[in-house]
């Protein structure tokens, strides 16, 4: 045991949840959460990630550590005319598709045989409008943005890790100091809001079918990667089990996914964790002990952020996923290969426009995978 186990437990815990914890409220405001509600989806969500983070690090002896779907969370925040027993009945129907990809392996590897330029086209389609914020945010309060974007720039070039962090410890500040708060809540202790689910069809194909897939694409099999980038054979049917039905029993209380973590998941499986690879394991529990302090107090986190300009929720999240953004539209468009089949899912992704009353997620994977098959039957020249 060694006291660099505990440190980067915790640094990954204050790096994931720091990092994306305002894409978060952006949904919870997206489908119309209330206050108690949206506290209720960030405590339970934390509860989740302590909860599975234990088990699977605990039975299979590898720094295994899970994460809320953070592009999940920015697919929900993109939606329109979705409420929240609806939002939660997509979340059932997501969960019910991870548990079936852990029992059914064709499933999954059906999942994997989506080209990645079409996945990851959609994905920064998804994200592209949060990226766009950013510039409204900033305008809307340069003297709190300008800073933080700079911040942004120059401390990544140091620790990628640690600049969303510092961002949003600098935005605080900078709120603060500007005198843009207005007061907020003491601490209180988080509840539970349980929701009675709504299953409308389109929303089930609109939103929990492409939460499913960028979950997939973007937290499940990047973690999957890193996991075997430090020596481990990653568990995957196991993860999958135990993360799925973690989805399926916290759903009702308005969290979406638990997944794999990705960038997190690196914190805590490299040797600067502990040198012997077989004691890296150790992370977990000491992680999911991070998170359970997180959820204590996830009613005061959405009370301090209130308290906060709605700038600041915009600047931070559109800055959080510039990063996911950037390396998904590079995958997207490799320099070989027709550009047109992922350019198309990429713009019908990030129009937003729904069809049918289904999102516009689902119909950017329709159009790429539609175009991709003409594609792939077109004869040489």
């Known amino acids: 045991?060694?006291?660099?186990?505990?440190?980067?437990?915790?640094?990954?815990?204050?790096?994931?949840?720091?990092?994306?914890?305002a894409v978060v409220l952006a949904a919870a405001e997206a489908?119309?959460?209330?206050?108690?509600?949206?506290?209720?989806?960030?405590?339970?969500?934390?509860?989740?990630?302590?909860?599975?983070?234990?088990?699977?690090?605990?039975?299979?002896?590898?720094?295994i550590v899970t994460a809320w779907s953070t592009p999940g969370a920015a697919?929900?925040?993109?939606?329109?005319?979705?409420?929240?027993p609806m939002a939660v009945g997509a979340f059932l129907f997501c969960a019910i598709l991870i548990l079936l990809t852990a029992a059914i392996r064709p499933l999954g590897r059906l999942v994997q045989a989506i080209p990645t330029p079409i996945a990851t086209a959609i994905l920064a389609g998804v994200l592209f409008p949060f990226v766009v914020a950013t510039v409204g945010g900033v305008a809307e309060l340069p003297f709190l943005g300008i800073p933080m974007v700079f911040a942004f720039v120059l401390i990544r070039l140091a620790s990628p890790a640690w600049a969303v962090v510092a961002v949003l410890g600098l935005g605080i500040g900078l709120s603060y100091t500007l005198e843009l708060t207005t007061p907020a809540a003491g601490f209180a202790l988080s509840d539970v809001v349980w929701i009675v689910p709504e299953f409308d069809l389109a929303t089930l194909i609109g939103l929990g079918l492409p939460?499913?897939?960028?979950?997939?694409?973007?937290?499940?099999?990047?973690?999957?990667?890193?996991?075997?980038?430090a020596g481990y054979a990653p568990p995957t049917q196991s993860i999958l089990a135990v993360t799925g039905l973690a989805s399926l029993l916290s759903a009702g209380?308005?969290?979406?996914?638990?997944?794999?973590?990705?960038?997190?998941?690196?914190?805590?499986?490299?040797?600067?964790?502990?040198?012997?690879?077989?004691?890296?394991?150790?992370?977990?529990?000491?992680?999911?002990?991070?998170y359970a302090l997180l959820a204590i107090g996830g009613a005061s986190v959405v009370a301090l952020f209130e308290s906060f300009p709605a700038e600041l929720v915009v600047i931070v999240a559109g800055i959080a996923l510039t990063g996911p953004f950037v390396n998904a539209a590079a995958a997207a468009f490799p320099?070989?290969?027709?550009?047109?089949?992922?350019?198309?899912?990429?713009?019908?992704?990030?129009?937003?426009?729904?069809?049918?009353?289904?999102?516009?997620?689902?119909?950017?994977?329709?159009?790429?995978?539609?175009?991709?098959?003409?594609?792939?039957?077109?004869?040489?020249?």
């Open 211 to 229: 939460l499913y897939l960028v979950t997939m694409a973007s937290q499940n099999l990047p973690g999957f990667a890193v996991l075997r980038a």
């Open 31 to 63: 489908v119309g959460a209330s206050r108690a509600e949206t506290s209720s989806w960030i405590a339970v969500l934390c509860v989740s990630m302590m909860a599975t983070s234990a088990v699977l690090s605990l039975w299979h002896r590898m720094p």
């Open 253 to 290: 209380a308005a969290a979406h996914t638990t997944s794999a973590a990705a960038i997190t998941a690196s914190i805590c499986t490299g040797p600067d964790t502990h040198p012997d690879k077989e004691k890296r394991w150790l992370a977990g529990p000491f992680y999911a002990i991070g």
């Open 75 to 84: 697919l929900i925040a993109t939606t329109e005319g979705i409420t929240l």
């Open 335 to 381: 320099k070989d290969g027709d550009p047109l089949p992922a350019a198309a899912a990429f713009i019908v992704t990030a129009s937003g426009v729904a069809f049918l009353g289904i999102g516009s997620a689902f119909w950017g994977l329709a159009v790429g995978l539609l175009l991709t098959g003409i594609d792939r039957r077109r004869a040489p020249a």
């Open 1 to 21: 045991m060694r006291s660099s186990v505990v440190i980067s437990a915790l640094v990954a815990v204050l790096v994931g949840f720091g990092g994306s914890v």
